[in-house]
């Protein structure tokens, strides 16, 4: 069976910014794919291409191995689309919207109305289906954008940044309804800058960073990878940094210690990468106590998806998103989405 | 987000099987393209129905300007316009023909906003069976728009003692109109896919709007006019539509040999005037193919 979408050396550039340089990723049938990546690393770009709305430069794109270059009507009646930013006609309400979606994707009327009823009440919009979606909450404009995206059965779903600028509680409701739809069989591929969100729904992660996919597999494989748990060590609240360099050397000498770095923007909080085993905090412990230096908190983890970031690309997520603001141009953006 | 999505109700939200097949779906063209345009007609619809106001400032705008501009030239001497014609029964076909005009040239306007606001994307996402239907529901909506501002105009312009055509003739000027506004709505359709966003759309229309109506037979009749204006005059098609129309009301005898107009270049027929009129809608419609196979492909 062939995979729910391939992208095979996927590149698509605007102009002189090349948008996506290289990409190349399977989704199989029925999992979650999250697509995680910084502001500006392509992760649109990539979906714009696969959604025909954007026509690569070069590359292979697929469907259930339907060609998008050459039969888009096809690869369009297959997926299902919910861009970033939710075009939604305010004058409408939200019924009317969906039936307007329903004709756009030829379904019979009858079959129609079924649809859009148990799409509704799936959702929670049955209030709210016959009041004009201009008085939506961000959260409520959402839903409705989702169940526009799914009033024809897609085979694959994708999400660009669907949980963007939601509170905590939609998130959550929204990964709820996504994890819903995988388990009833539909491929969805989402995007995400939220690590978060990739952690909790993806079976398996691509990692793009300008333009280039540079790491992919299941959250676990990618951190796995990277070996090594994470330690946290706080010698006092507000640590003295030559005490923590102190520490930091002799706890560079531990055998089961494989780096250890100072954390200046944690209050000289000490960052070390351990070999996972039972006795490594007890050690830890006692060579502090050894050495006379206190411990005011203490933590183990497994490494996180922005290691595996900060592993591939020499920089977190944050700093990455950070930068990546600075240097955004939102008139070229706009003029990229509009055709 | 207020409330919560039930999950634990059992509904049927698997992909349908026959999406699953990599053969094309079988679907009949023809009934989609015809689905999917009576939807988008419907949204249009749906629009002017809740926002009423460009409808109403459509019609109000032309009679205002029947009232006032017909009472600025009312004590000019009956029969200068020919034909024993007061200025306001002159002015009559000028302001049916601008009223569906000037809607026709707003016809990308709902467009581009759909571009900008990312309205178009979800159009052109979906397996429109050709995204020409986007394209014709906009072209329906504004017809049937101009229909209704222009029997308004005549209604009233009845009531003001211009008199009404007979059927035959009303028919005609539908048939005027309906060339016309498929032309400029092209035209404007254009311009949509061509300029960046609406504030150069309004732009280019606030342009090309008033200098196109004083530059044809709209408010004075060619013989006023000095030469080098009566050349452009009668290379502008509102000219030709204008003229028939007029013609319609002044004349109880009319067939497509009548003499409607004396242009530079010659006397022009009411058939003529029609097929001007066809050619027009025929060009306009041809020279923005490309860009919009260029945009919507």
Redesign the interface.
Known sequence: M?AAVSIQNLCKSYGTVPGVKDVSFQVEQGEIFGLLGPNGAGKTTTLRCL???AKPDSGTIEI???SVLE?P??A????G?V?Q?V???K??TGR?LL???A????IPKAEARQRIE?LL????LQ?YADR?TGTY????K??IDLA?G?L????VLILDEPTVG??I??RI?VW??LR??RA????ILITSHYLEEVDALADRVGIIDRGLVIAEGTPAELKNKLGGDRITLRIREFTPLSEAETAQKMLSELPCVQAAIVNATSANSLNLVVTPNRDVLMTIQQSLQTAGIPIFGISQSRPSLDDVYLAATGKTLLDAELSAAGSRDLKAE??Q??? | MSGTIDTSTSVNLQPNDRLRSREPLDSDGFADFIQETLALTKRLFIQLQRRPSTLIAGIVQPLMWLVLFGALFQNAPKGMMGNDLSYGQFLGAGLIVFTAFVGALNAGLPVMFDREFGFLNRLLVAPLASRYSIVAASAIYIVALSFVQTGAIIGVNALMGAGLPSIAGLGIIALIILLLVLGVTALSLGFTFALPGHIELIAVIFVINLPLLFASTALAPLTFMPQWLQMVASLNPLTYAIEPIRYLYNHQQWDLSSIVLQAPGGAVSFGTSLLILVGFAALTLTAIQPLLKRRLA
């Open positions: 062939a959604c025909t709305l259930s191995g339907v039969q009507r096809e369009r009646k297959r997926l689309y861009a930013e075009a939604l006609d004058i409408l009317e039936e307007l979606q004709a756009l994707y030829h148990v009440e799936v959702l929670d209030s004009k909450s961000g959260g409520l959402r839903r526009a799914l024809h059965q897609p085979e939601l509170d509680e939609s409701v709820d309804f819903q739809l009833s069989g539909t491929t706009q003029k989405s509009m055709r």
